[in-house]
């Protein structure tokens, strides 16, 4: 190829990449501060890292579905018993991911929420990491680490059913995993520290969970219900 020939390549790639970030850069609402309401479908994202304020309640408010909000790996730390991002009203279609949320009361609740997704948050010193309400929805690749220490409050409770927690790590938890939502699969997460590493208080699915660091693996009133598909330590 010859010189010029590189050189049109390069212009052409050049300009296309502009033109994605360009574009992507658009699409994408910036959020620089808290207390943020989402009312409009689309795309969110966190632009920098941001504290609260003294004021209660939720910092980020999701009241529509039909969104993704990216926290783009920056943090949002609480400096009360605030909840960090939350739902409002019965959605579908949410996405909150790549993100540090600590010291909040709750770091993340889709609360009746259809085929929403939690992924890739790291949740530290909250009361209670995650929450899910609804139908079909996901957690995954998730870090909880000192929720709720000494409270009783789940890292992780799971109250949508026919829903997947999969692939998260939870560490200085006196509970792991709530279970109330029937039809879920708990797969392929890991504990460390913690009391109780998974509860059944509603039948589901598990496999592939190490729990060995945890005083008691698994408990709940349907934990006999539940079908162990194996490959759990």
């Given amino acids: 190829m010859s010189v010029l020939k590189h050189l049109k390549l390069f212009v052409v790639l050049l300009f296309a990449t502009f033109a994605y970030s360009s574009t992507a850069s658009a699409a994408c609402t910036p959020i620089n501060s808290v207390p943020f309401a989402i009312t409009s479908s689309g795309q969110y994202c966190l632009s920098n890292n941001v504290q609260t304020s003294g004021a209660a309640g939720i910092q980020i408010s999701i009241g529509i579905g039909n969104v993704t909000l990216d926290l783009g790996g920056f943090s949002l730390k609480c400096m009360a ?29 889709i609360n009746n929420c259809t085929s ?10 909250n009361s209670i990491g995650i929450v899910a309400s609804g139908f079909a929805s996901r957690v995954e690749n998730n870090q909880i680490r000192n929720d709720n220490a000494s409270a ?70 349907d934990l006999a219900n539940s079908t162990d598909a194996g490959g759990n330590f």
Avoid: W
Avoid at 116 to 125: G, K
Avoid at 191 to 197: E, I, L, R, S
């Fill in 116 to 125: 929403c997704s939690v992924r890739n948050i790291q949740a530290i010193n």
């Fill in 81 to 109: 018993a605030q909840n960090a991002i939350m739902t409002t009203t019965s959605v579908s279609n949410v996405i909150v991911e790549n993100g540090t949320i600590r010291d909040c009361n709750y770091a993340v609740a």
């Fill in 152 to 221: 009783g409050n789940p890292a992780i409770l799971m109250d949508a059913y026919a829903s997947l927690i999969s692939s998260n790590h939870i560490s200085g938890s006196s509970l792991g995993i709530m279970n109330r939502g029937k039809g879920n699969v708990i797969r392929a997460n890991s504990f460390g520290q913690c009391g109780t590493a998974i509860r059944f208080d509603t039948r589901a699915t598990y496999q592939d969970n190490l729990t060995q660091l945890c005083t008691t693996a698994f408990s709940g009133a």
